[in-house]
């Protein structure tokens, strides 16, 4: 290849719109290959850092840092399936959020549609801490946070004074759970639960469909971050995908 199909650390951070450091520390960290050095010392990228370069911009809004790394870099080593089941476990991470999201909802339409229950006739299972922690799949600890927080009311057994969660407080941890992993700060999450406490559950229901919509949102652009990984591995990687035996 002549010198004038290389590309200068300065030009590919130009066409990737971001700094010349950044364009050092992508590929310190693998995230593009290493480029290969002129004469005098000068990193000289090609058309395939470029590629690489906007298949990574693409993937993280919609598969983070963490996971954009991780795909890319196995991809770098060659190993072409450890980076389809890293995309694949991402997508099945989504997969469980969405119908976390869509259980969550049906149990908010199903309390509003609910009159309250009369006085003595309501008479739910409890749980103790650690077994309510496991139902939502958090740790203990985060149950004692997010009680110091206002944001779970447990009853105290009257012997033990073990914690115990009634139906009510379990649907507020489950609430719980769902707006802080969509990173909505406690002042709001303790407003949604008032909201619910009190009769209203539209605020409750608007915050879980407003997850709702960004995790759709979140799942489209990790189908369009697709598009750039497919024309990455065919022009450069097709080596390493196997079809019947056949190199494609």
Known sequence: MTDHLYLRTRDLALAGHISVQQVRNYEASGLIPKAQRSPSGYRLYTQQHLVALKTVKSMVPGYGWQW?????QALHRGELSTAFATIDTRHAELASKRLQIEQTLAALHTL????????GTYHPQRFR???AAKQVGVRV???HFWEQQGLLQPLREQNSHYRLYDEQQMRRLHIVVLLRDAGYDSKVILSVLDELAAGRPE???AAVEARSEELTRTSWVCIEAMAFFQRYVSEFWAQHIFVRGSTL
């Open 141 to 143: 600890s985060a149950l």
């Open 203 to 205: 605020k409750a229901i």
């Open 68 to 72: 954009t790394a991780a795909i890319i």
């Open 112 to 119: 509003a549609a609910q009159p309250a229950p009369l006085p």
């Open 129 to 131: 801490v650690g077994e």
